[in-house]
């Protein structure tokens, strides 16, 4: 099995920054994808950057130019999230999937990020 443990978050005014971490354990190395998906308090999930094993990104529509995804090392991933918006206050996940599997497969606890106007 997969663990995820997510690290940042925090409340910060509309227009700052703020910077996430997720660190891999247990079976890492099976991790083919990556990343960081968010609930918001409407309660719908959507994707916010996933990075695969070969170090390809993919980020939701949303956050394009604004947040960046990089990987510290083999283990852990950062996401670098600048000029934050209120609409981005959200429950931030760090997920993973392994190289076959469909879906995402293992999910941290999630980290709180409150943006405010």
């Known amino acids: 099995q997969v663990q995820l443990v997510e690290s940042g978050g925090g409340s910060v005014q509309a227009g700052e920054s703020l910077r996430l971490s997720c660190e891999a354990s247990?079976?890492?190395?099976?991790?083919?994808?990556m990343g960081w998906f968010r609930q918001t308090p409407r309660n719908q999930r959507e994707l916010v950057a996933l990075m695969t094993k070969d170090d390809t990104s993919t980020y939701g529509d949303s956050v394009k130019g604004r947040f960046h995804i990089t990987r510290d090392d083999a283990n852990t991933l950062s996401l670098q999230m600048n000029d934050l918006q209120p609409e981005d206050t959200a429950q931030y996940y760090c997920?993973?999937?392994?190289?076959?599997?469909?879906?995402?497969?293992?999910w941290g606890k999630g980290t709180l990020v409150t943006v405010s106007s």
């Open positions: 997920a993973a999937r392994r190289q076959f599997a469909s879906d995402i497969e293992f």
């Open positions: 247990g079976r890492a190395s099976s991790i083919h994808a």
